[in-house]
T-cell receptor
Framework: AQKITQTQPGMFVQEKEAVTLDCTYD???????LFWYKQPSSGEMIFLIY??????QNATEGRYSLNFQKARKSANLVISASQLGDSAMYFC?????????????FGAGTRLAVHP | DTGVSQDPRHKITKRGQNVTFRCDPI?????LYWYRQTLGQGPEFLTY????????KSRLLSDRFSAERPKGSFSTLEIQRTEQGDSAMYLC??????????????FGEGSWLTVV
């Protein structure tokens, strides 16, 4: 069965420093997609970054990058130059590969606190 | 605002009452999803629509839950005879089946339900 594991319930980082949020996944299917979402206290799930299992390069979106290590089944999110507004819950998710649509399986999330 | 919108944002209801949530997806998106999120957990998939067809329902969606997307645009999620265990945030998301944009799933701000 597909599963997403986020082992860090909470993380804190100093403003302007980089932080890595861990995510490991389990699937036997060769084709899958991995997502990271940010959820501030308002509740909205904000899409950050996507990595396909066949993508050769690690995905990057501004200050966000995804450290994709396929053999280790990990997809860690790296946030560079942290800002106070980055304080939020962060969820890693995997797209169920079969069915042709984007059913997502989420991890339990990591709460990030950015300190000034 | 061209994002996914949900209404109402907050609902408090007495046990046994019916509630209905509405979701307006991004206009060009033909895929629509409902998820449920309880405190401290990641979202869990409830159901999926492609256009007006409901193609998958989770086992989490008991007989008291019904979702519709009558014209392939907005969707409603109704919960009948609410129970305290239904208290959660109900998230709507949408995506497109077209090309690489189908890899991105956009969520709304969610509808918080409290059953008292």
């Amino acid at each position: 069965a597909q599963k997403i594991t986020q082992t860090q319930p909470g993380m804190f980082v100093q403003e302007k420093e980089a932080v890595t949020l861990d995510c490991t996944y389990d699937t036997s299917d060769p084709s899958y997609g991995l997502f990271w979402y940010k959820q501030p206290s308002s509740g909205e799930m904000i899409f950050l970054i996507y990595q396909g299992s066949y993508d050769q390069q690690n995905a990057t979106e501004g200050r966000y990058s995804l450290n994709f290590q396929k053999a280790r089944k990990s997809a860690n999110l790296v946030i560079s130059a942290s800002q106070l507004g980055d304080s939020a819950m962060y969820f890693c998710a995997m797209r169920r590969p079969s069915g042709g649509y984007n059913k997502l399986i989420f991890g339990a999330g990591t709460r990030l606190a950015v300190h000034p | 605002d061209t994002g996914v919108s949900q209404d109402p944002r907050h609902k408090i209801t007495k046990r046994g009452q019916n509630v209905t949530f509405r979701c307006d997806p991004i206009s060009e998106h033909n895929r629509l999803y409902w998820y449920r999120q309880t405190l401290g957990q990641g979202p869990e998939f409830l159901t999926y629509f492609q256009n007006e067809a409901q193609l998958e329902k989770s086992r989490l969606l008991s007989d008291r839950f019904s979702a519709e997307r009558p014209k392939g645009s907005f969707s409603t999620l109704e919960i009948q005879r609410t129970e305290q265990g239904d208290s959660a945030m109900y998230l709507c998301a949408s995506s497109s089946s077209a090309g690489s944009t189908g890899n991105t799933i956009y969520f709304g701000e969610g509808s918080w339900l409290t059953v008292v």
